[in-house]
């Protein structure tokens, strides 16, 4: 029986009737219907969603940021929208190492998943923003994403008639930076993942196995030997420490968190990465540079590249190949079939 | 008759009650904060304690006048200036004991413009007037979506702050230099130069005997060129302050030296 637990969602309704919902243990996967967007249900094993005191999970304001998701009008030239990088069906990543923006200009990091972006306690693989209202700011700005600007986009938001009305309606002002930063922070809170065949078996829910395969696959992961679980681990499979796991002797032009911190003992960390839907979001690592998941375990399998910053833990394993198999395969229980066809999530 | 005559005294004091209860009540003091020019009857005068500053910046590279678009000898090479811009903050006037008096307010410096409001000053005698180059540590790394987008502080076009390394870009100059010397400025770049650690006090000699209600305007230039100072100019000439540590740390040296009061 599954017992997912609900935010509180304050809903308003035309502006005249304030609701506060808190129901707990409820077994319907939806709480209530209105608009498309009604349910924020969190999974049982997920602790409360931190939600800023200026941006409460309104319906209206996470439908208005899901239009904004999927619009290419927040691009400098109406060709790239966010979802060109995070495609909802891909777990809200990309399969390409590095994503075209506008005029097909790359970047230097992988597209990682949005799913549960809304417990990151910090944006981005080297920690350099602090919340996703301010993340929006950066693809908007980067010339190898949007290469746009808040100001242009005020502007443009204003001349268009679907926009001022949205806006008007949800925020009682024409669009400007707030509502452009809440709306699209509260549909990307809304992004959440927990429903994998690895979360029914955790929550011991009716007819919820694991294949032997995938059952030693799990020991594995999670044992101290192979110490995975030491630095992906909790609901979200991330301890959110910006670690170096030896990718590489020299790490080029990307030194990870050093390009924030300035500290040569940064080079080369990246925060840890989820594993929430692991299958579906190749290629792997920072830069997108292993294609598969069998190359990610030999990486590890082989101890990393030994880096100076390279993390301890990170060692030569000797795995067989069966090992390897059965670590492969519990890595596939991690995927979330119902989250990747969230037809509510979608524009 | 008595009666009559006590009678006739108490009309008398109340119409004269009802003549000083029409006379308007306020200050008729020009020099008070609350002058009413209608009043009657002088009252409840209140005076300033404080004057106000305006800063007039005048911007320069060598002996000539900075324009956005112009072009200027900067040491021996031709550079195209199309952007230069600035954040100054926390303007405050020191006096002959060294304290403080504040004033909170940022401005972005842009050569277009020269007059910035900042504020009104505690009245007193000072000697000196300090002010920043960059933003505080808080404000610095603070949501630019929580002001308006007239506010030095909201979102800009150009943008004056950095997304992926959250906080404000302190100085940005795009330009394009004729590092071959063959009379085009082929050579674009850009000094943008952010970070809490490189924010710079700068400190000017200002004697002023700060009268309270009296608005006062400093006139200070900025000379570009010193920014130069020690710069390669045949080098890299591009710095988002963290991909070029060498070439910030001597554009970060010479922001004080930007700075003199107009003769």
């Known amino acids: ?347 | 008759m008595k009666n009559s005559i006590n009678i006739l005294a108490v009309i008398g004091f109340t119409s004269l009650m009802m003549v000083s209860c029409t006379k308007k009540e306020g200050c008729m003091d020009p020099n008070a904060t609350n002058f009413d020019a209608t009043a009657e009857k002088d009252c409840c005068c209140e005076y300033a304690t404080t004057f106000d500053l305006k800063l007039n910046l005048e911007s320069y590279v060598g002996p000539t006048a900075l324009a956005e678009g112009g072009t200027y000898n900067v040491y021996g090479t031709e550079v195209q200036f199309d952007l230069v811009q600035m954040y100054i903050s926390n303007v405050r006037f020191v006096d002959a004991a060294g304290n403080e008096v504040a004033s909170d307010s940022y401005q972005l410096v842009k050569p277009e413009n020269s007059e910035y409001s900042v504020g009104s000053f505690e009245a007193g005698n000072y000697t000196k007037l300090r002010f920043d180059v960059g933003i505080d540590s808080a404000t610095n790394h603070a949501d630019p979506s929580l002001y308006p987008l007239n506010d030095p502080l909201g979102p800009q076009f150009p943008a004056m702050h950095w997304s992926w390394d959250a906080g404000y870009i302190f100085i940005r100059i795009d330009a394009k230099a004729d590092q071959d010397g063959d009379g085009t400025t082929e050579t674009a770049f850009e000094m943008h130069i952010g970070r809490d650690v490189n924010l710079r006090t700068v400190e000017l000699d200002l004697p002023l005997d700060g009268a309270a209600g009296n608005s006062y305007t400093a006139n200070i230039n900025i000379n570009w060129l010193q920014f130069f100072n020690g710069v390669d100019l045949g080098g890299a000439l591009t710095t988002h302050t963290g991909d070029n540590p060498a070439l910030t740390a001597i554009l970060v040296e010479n922001i004080t030296d930007l700075f003199s009061i107009a003769e």
């Open chain 1, 1 to 347: 029986m599954s017992t997912p637990r609900y935010v509180h969602i304050i809903l308003t309704m035309a502006g005249l009737l304030g609701l506060l919902l808190s129901v707990d243990g409820c077994t319907e996967d939806n709480l209530f219907e209105m608009g498309g967007i009604s349910t924020l249900d969190i999974p049982a094993n997920f602790p409360d969603m931190p939600v800023p005191d200026d941006n409460p999970m309104l319906p209206e304001r996470i439908e208005l940021g899901r239009a904004l998701f999927f619009d290419p009008i927040l691009s400098v030239d109406s060709s790239v929208s966010c979802a060109s990088c995070h495609k909802p069906e891909w777990a809200f990543t990309d399969h390409a190492s590095f994503s075209a923006g506008v005029e097909g200009r790359l970047g230097f990091r992988n597209a990682p998943t949005l799913a549960n972006v809304a417990w990151a306690p910090v944006m981005l693989m080297d920690g350099g923003s602090p919340t996703l209202e301010q993340q929006v700011y950066v693809p908007l700005e980067d010339p190898h994403e949007m290469d746009f600007n808040m100001v242009l986009l005020t502007e443009r938001l204003s001349a268009n008639t679907y926009y001022t009305q949205r806006f008007q309606a949800v925020f009682g002002t024409a669009p400007d930076p707030f509502g452009i930063t809440r709306a699209l922070a509260a549909y990307q809170r809304s992004i959440i993942s927990g429903n994998s065949r690895f979360d029914r078996y955790a929550r011991k829910e009716p007819g919820a196995t694991l294949t032997e395969s995938e059952e030693r696959g799990r020991e594995l992961f999670f044992s101290p030997e192979l110490s995975c679980s030491s630095c992906h681990n909790g609901f979200h499979f991330t301890s959110w420490e910006f670690i170096n796991n030896g990718l590489y002797t020299d790490y080029g032009l990307d030194s990870g968190r050093a390009r924030i911190t300035a500290q040569p003992n940064d080079v080369g960390k990246f925060r840890v990465p989820t594993l929430r839907n692991i299958a579906v979001t190749f290629p792997y690592m920072h830069d997108g540079s292993l294609p598969d998941l069998e190359a990610v375990i030999d990486h590890y399998d082989n101890g990393g590249q030994g880096h100076p910053n390279q993390d301890a833990r990170i060692k030569p394993l000797g795995l067989t190949s069966e090992q390897k198999t059965d670590l492969l395969h519990f890595l596939y229980t991690l995927t979330d079939n119902q989250f990747l066809r969230n037809t509510s999530l979608v524009e």
